[in-house]
Nanobody, 128 residues
Framework: QVQLVESGGGLVQAGGSLRLSCAAS????????MGWFRQAPGQERKFIAA????????DYADSVNGRFTISRDNYKNTVYLQMNSLKPEDTAVYYC?????????????????????WGQGTPVTVSS
């Protein structure tokens, strides 16, 4: 079971940038697809971005496409989410997730059920 720890959340003004990190404890990290989700108060957990095991394929929710970038460094067992042009609607707790199924998903997983391990989340607040 891979353990995930998110970091980098905080308070930022609208239009600003923030970089989230997700550190994985498992040595098989490079075999796992990874995703970012977010959950605002009173809302369901929503897909934000996904990246395949090698980093060669990515996918984004329409709400963040063009503003957010997901990347990974398999040598560091870390996934990143670069968030630019932040909006107040981006305010949420951001969760990192790992897909340890071994499947090569086409398209990449967008559903929470397609991920097996989750971090505790890191809060992001965007002020207007």
């Amino acid at each position: 079971q891979v353990q995930l720890v998110e970091s980098g959340g905080g308070l930022v003004q609208a239009g600003g940038s923030l970089r989230l990190s997700c550190a994985a404890s498992r040595g098989t990290f490079s075999n796992d697809g990874m995703g970012w989700f977010r959950q605002a108060p009173g809302q369901e957990r929503k897909f934000i971005a996904a990246i395949n095991r090698s980093g060669g394929r990515t996918d984004y929710a329409d709400s963040v496409n063009g503003r957010f970038t997901i990347s990974r460094d398999n040598y560091k067992n870390t996934v990143y989410l670069q968030m630019n042009s932040l909006k107040p609607e981006d305010t949420a707790v951001y969760y990192c997730a790992a897909d340890t199924s071994g499947l090569i998903r086409v398209p990449l997983g967008r559903r929470p059920s397609e991920y097996d391990s989750w971090g505790q989340g890191t809060p992001v607040t965007v002020s207007s």
